[in-house]
Structure formats: C-alpha cells, structure tokens
C-alpha cells in the first residue's frame, strides 16, 4: 500500500500525528523507532538506529532496500478516565517509497447460517479490534442469531408432521424479524467499520505528510 513518495529526511524526532475521535474515544499514532536499513534478507532488515545501534527487525511484508529509512508507530487509544492502551507497531513506514502497513488486528462477524454466509456481502462484516463497540451490539446481534436459529429448528422439526402455515406463523414471524434484524446489525457495523478505517488513513496521510514537509 502505498501514499506517495517520501523524501528521504535524516533529522528524527519523535512524531505524534493528529488526533482523531470516535466514538469517544481519542487515537494518534506515536512515532517509535526510526533507523537506516542496512541489509534485507528472510523476511527481515538490519537497521541502524538513530543511536548508531545495528538491530535485526521483520520487514513486515514491506519492500526494503540498503539505505532505506523505516519508522515504526505505536497507536494511543485513549478512553475514559485517561485510560490509554497502547498498540505496539501498528504501522510500518518505509519513508524512501511511502509504502507503509497498517498492523492492527481486525475482528470478524458472521452470521451464523449456512444460506446468509453464501451472501458474503450481507452476512459479514469485519473491522479494527481497537474500534470501540458498544458491549449491547453484541448482545443484541447474539440473541437476535439465537432467536432465528431456534425459529429456525422449530419450522424445520414442523415438516416432519405435515407442515401448516396456520400453525407455525409465529416461528415464521421470529424468524424474519430476527434474520432482517441481523442484516440490519451487519450493515450498521460495515457503516461504522468504514467510517473507522477513513479516520486511520487520514491520520496516516497527514502523518506522512507533516514528515515530507519537516
């Protein structure tokens, strides 16, 4: 993945990009390490730091070439009470080429049902672990699954006797209600996913940005 060009810039100092809320909660990525690539081989870079020091690090999947200069950031999450988590090595910098790796992990959600999973595209959505969520989506979107499942096995056990509209309208009616909930719930976390995933690659262009122009 790749912004744009960066021109290469020996001064270093530490780097906090700007921030950005949501939901609540505050982000901004802090600038950790920083060094010349010395050599590249395995999967992996000899860097010399800002200190002189020589240090074997992953290259993240990231193309490195001698004299290439590599930044590592921290993501702060900041929440209530002036809590902060810290993500270590969320992104990955490679400042010659503007290649850059967001290294955060990201949380799926399925519906579990074998005919909504072949509708990849309504049955599952994904996004950044460090995304908050409210904890009553996921209750919601369990009992919501629960209740269509069990609706579900009641229609299907209704078979077995003859089947009667008549007498099933109400597992009918569960059933519906609580799968189109659920798609609803998919498509509002895809909503707030993408919303989510802007606000980190806006932080990173500015970021990257602001270190072309220093």
């Not at 590249?40 to 074997?56: A, H, P, Y």
């Not at 990849?120 to 672990?129: D, I």
């Amino acid at each position: 993945m790749s912004i744009y060009s960066m021109k290469s810039n020996s001064k270093q100092a530490e780097t906090v990009a700007p921030k950005f809320v949501f939901l609540g909660e505050t982000y901004e990525f802090v600038e950790t390490f920083s060094g010349e690539v010395i050599e590249s081989f395995n999967e992996q870079i000899l860097v010399r730091n800002d200190s002189g020091e020589e240090t074997k690090i992953s290259d993240y999947g990231i193309t490195f070439r001698n004299s290439h200069r590599i930044h590592k950031y921290e993501l702060r999450q900041y929440s209530g009470y002036e809590r902060c988590s810290v993500n270590y090595d969320a992104l990955i910098v490679n400042e010659n080429t503007g290649e850059y790796k967001v290294n955060l992990s990201r949380k799926l959600i399925v519906i579990p049902a074998f005919m909504t999973m072949l509708l990849n595209n309504v049955s599952m959505a994904s996004h950044y672990k460090v995304m908050p969520v409210p904890k009553l989506f996921y209750i919601l979107f369990t009992l919501l699954c629960l209740a269509s499942f069990i609706a579900f096995c009641i229609l299907l056990a209704g078979y077995k006797d003859g089947y009667v509209f008549n007498e099933h309208k109400y597992e009918w009616l569960t059933y519906l209600l609580s799968r189109s909930a659920t798609f609803i719930c998919i498509q509002w976390m895809k909503r707030k996913s993408s919303r989510f995933d802007n606000e980190i690659r806006n932080i990173i262009y500015k970021l990257v940005k602001n270190k072309t122009l220093s």
